[in-house]
């Protein structure tokens, strides 16, 4: 989250205007509620109000920019590709900057799924494997490194790496800039003289955009090139209308309160499902250990934290690395289901629908061992960094702090800990040593305070205390 985002309520424009309810929770359309859930809510209204809203000032509005902050699992993607379509077809050029190629196949994956009639082209580097292959089995997508080739094409899909290098172009009227809060302002600078109005969407609760080299001596200028192209572009422009989506799809009523509460307090959202839409069960039952104790108590309340002995330890904890994959091994071996508003009746958990988070590559790599080891295969291991992003129905995460003697600034990073805590459908399964709260508690926040700089809100040490606060409620003890 960006530290201007941060620290104050997200400026929504006014519902009374001329671009409608930007703030679907005060709409009278989609009746009195607020995003903790009383009665009356609709969230498919709210969703829909807010992306009318947000569709009014993009084909309308008279300011150069739009910003729409989106939660875990909200539908961006799908605001986005509902963006380009109208754009397209109101007769006006499109350029769509992502901030990695996966990113960027995907959204021509899902736009050419949408509109199979709309050209598209995929603007790509010179390397020999620079776009997803599948992409040429789309008759309407054109792939080229040189953006010559994809002139007068509706739309033109690419990252801001690619973009920056493109020159000599006519500007293209709109851009739609997906995940804006992982961009940096300086990449923003570098493309910024190709279009003319652009849509800004991202999640303000993800990772801070990465930088390989220290920026402390740009911190607190208005013009810091380390900070997200949002907080940038807000800072010289703070009237541009800002907007956000209202409903998580992804998370389940079981996580949406905590993960708004602790992550997002200022832009709070709900989920779109209620209690009991969804459910996660097993054709073997319990066999009495821990491992199976956290996994019923994840099944029923969505939540589990198995707690292992506090001790300083590796950043490779062999009993947590251990402990991780066992609850993968368990959760293949019980025979999960889940049932949910996509399908009434049960559906097998495969491998591919469970995740394991991390918070360092190293420990990926030895979870990925340990799951060799138990004659696992299939599952996604990957740190947090990677997962932002993608879904599953189970996650099973390895809490940053587990074991460790002290709290770093990034064991502490609130996005870290958002990504790591919101990829999951049903359930998530945190495996954590003991004492994570003293060690919060001897490890303070001391992080500089600097002039222009606003404080960030939620910070990290808050954030972990508040998701280790409501995991606890579902705490089985477990000594390997």
Same mark, same amino acid.
């Given at each position: 989250?960006s530290?201007?985002?941060?620290?104050?309520?997200a400026?929504?424009?006014?519902?009374?205007?001329?671009?409608?309810?930007?703030?679907?929770?005060d709409?009278?359309?989609?009746?009195?509620?607020?995003?903790?859930?009383?009665?009356?809510?609709?969230p498919?209204a709210?969703?829909?109000a807010?992306?009318a809203?947000?569709?009014?000032?993009?084909?309308?509005?008279?300011e150069?920019?739009?910003?729409?902050?989106?939660p875990?699992?909200?539908?961006?993607?799908t605001?986005?590709?509902?963006?380009?379509r @109208?754009?397209?077809a109101?007769?006006?050029?499109?350029?769509?900057?992502?901030q990695?190629n996966?990113? /960027?196949d995907?959204l021509?994956?899902?736009?050419?799924?949408?509109?199979?009639?709309?050209?598209?082209?995929r603007?790509h580097?010179?390397d020999?494997?620079?776009?997803?292959?599948?992409?040429?089995?789309?008759? %309407?997508?054109?792939?080229?490194?040189?953006?010559?080739?994809?002139?007068?094409l509706?739309?033109?899909?690419?990252?801001?790496?690619?973009?920056?290098?493109t020159?000599?172009? @006519?500007?293209?009227?709109?851009?739609?800039?997906?995940?804006a809060?992982?961009m940096?302002?300086?990449?923003?600078?570098?493309?910024?003289?190709?279009?003319?109005? %652009?849509?800004?969407?991202g999640d303000p609760?993800?990772?801070?955009?990465?930088?390989?080299v220290?920026?402390?001596?740009?911190?607190g200028l208005?013009?810091?090139?380390?900070a997200?192209?949002?907080?940038?572009?807000?800072?010289?422009?703070?009237?541009?209308?800002?907007h956000?989506?209202?409903?998580?799809?992804?998370?389940? &009523?079981?996580?949406?309160p905590?993960?708004?509460?602790?992550?997002?307090?200022?832009?709070?959202?709900?989920s779109?499902?209620?209690?009991?839409?969804?459910?996660?069960?097993?054709?073997v039952?319990?066999?009495?250990?821990?491992?199976?104790? /956290?996994l019923?108590?994840?099944?029923?309340?969505?939540?589990?934290?198995l707690?292992?002995?506090?001790?300083?330890t590796p =950043?490779?904890?062999?009993?947590?690395?251990?402990?991780?994959?066992?609850?993968?091994?368990?959760?293949?071996?019980?025979?999960?289901?889940?049932?949910?508003e996509?399908s009434?009746?049960?559906?097998?958990?495969?491998?591919?629908r469970?995740? /394991?988070?991390?918070?360092?590559?190293?420990?990926?790599?030895?979870?990925?061992?340990?799951?060799?080891?138990?004659?696992?295969?299939?599952?996604?291991?990957?740190?947090?960094? =990677?997962?932002?992003?993608? @879904?599953f129905?189970?996650t099973v995460?390895?809490?940053?702090?587990?074991?460790?003697p002290?709290?770093?600034a990034?064991?502490?990073e609130?996005? =870290?800990?958002?990504?790591? &805590?919101?990829?999951?459908?049903h359930?998530?399964?945190?495996?954590?040593?003991?004492?994570?709260? @003293?060690?919060?508690?001897?490890?303070?926040?001391?992080?500089?305070v600097?002039?222009g700089v606003?404080?960030?809100?939620p910070?990290?040490w808050?954030?972990?205390?508040?998701?280790?606060?409501?995991?606890?409620?579902?705490?089985?003890?477990?000594?390997?």
């Amino acid at each position: 989250m960006s530290d201007a985002d941060a620290a104050a309520p997200a400026r929504l424009a006014d519902p009374t205007g001329p671009t409608g309810p930007a703030d679907p929770f005060d709409a009278d359309s989609v009746g009195r509620a607020d995003p903790a859930g009383r009665a009356g809510f609709d969230p498919g209204a709210a969703a829909a109000a807010a992306t009318a809203a947000i569709l009014r000032d993009t084909m309308a509005g008279a300011e150069r920019g739009v910003v729409v902050d989106s939660p875990p699992g909200a539908g961006k993607s799908t605001l986005v590709v509902r963006a380009a379509r @109208e754009l397209a077809a109101a007769g006006r050029p499109l350029m769509v900057v992502a901030q990695t190629n996966a990113q /960027v196949d995907d959204l021509v994956i899902r736009l050419a799924e949408a509109e199979p009639e709309l050209p598209i082209g995929r603007l790509h580097s010179s390397d020999a494997t620079a776009y997803d292959p599948a992409l040429n089995a789309l008759p %309407a997508v054109r792939t080229s490194a040189k953006v010559g080739d994809l002139a007068g094409l509706d739309v033109v899909i690419s990252t801001a790496a690619k973009w920056a290098h493109t020159k000599n172009v @006519e500007p293209w009227q709109h851009a739609i800039v997906d995940e804006a809060y992982q961009m940096r302002s300086d990449a923003l600078l570098a493309v910024a003289g190709l279009f003319e109005r %652009a849509l800004f969407v991202g999640d303000p609760g993800q990772l801070d955009p990465f930088s390989v080299v220290g920026a402390e001596q740009w911190s607190g200028l208005s013009y810091d090139p380390s900070a997200s192209a949002v907080t940038t572009l807000l800072a010289h422009n703070p009237g541009l209308p800002q907007h956000r989506l209202p409903v998580s799809w992804r998370l389940p &009523a079981s996580a949406a309160p905590l993960v708004s509460a602790a992550f997002y307090p200022y832009t709070p959202f709900r989920s779109g499902t209620e209690h009991g839409d969804r459910r996660l069960s097993f054709g073997v039952g319990s066999d009495g250990s821990g491992v199976d104790r /956290v996994l019923d108590a994840a099944a029923e309340a969505g939540w589990g934290l198995l707690e292992l002995p506090a001790r300083h330890t590796p =950043r490779t904890d062999p009993e947590a690395v251990r402990a991780v994959a066992l609850v993968v091994r368990r959760l293949l071996d019980r025979g999960g289901a889940a049932t949910s508003e996509r399908s009434p009746d049960p559906v097998p958990l495969t491998a591919a629908r469970i995740a /394991v988070g991390t918070a360092h590559r190293d420990q990926a790599a030895a979870v990925r061992a340990a799951l060799v080891d138990l004659g696992v295969s299939g599952v996604v291991v990957d740190t947090a960094n =990677r997962l932002q992003g993608r @879904e599953f129905d189970v996650t099973v995460v390895l809490h940053p702090l587990s074991g460790r003697p002290d709290a770093t600034a990034f064991h502490l990073e609130t996005g =870290r800990l958002c990504v790591l &805590a919101s990829r999951h459908r049903h359930a998530c399964v945190v495996v954590c040593r003991a004492g994570v709260p @003293e060690l919060l508690d001897d490890h303070p926040s001391t992080e500089p305070v600097r002039l222009g700089v606003s404080m960030k809100f939620p910070d990290g040490w808050e954030a972990n205390h508040a998701v280790l606060a409501h995991l606890n409620e579902h705490r089985v003890r477990w000594r390997p």
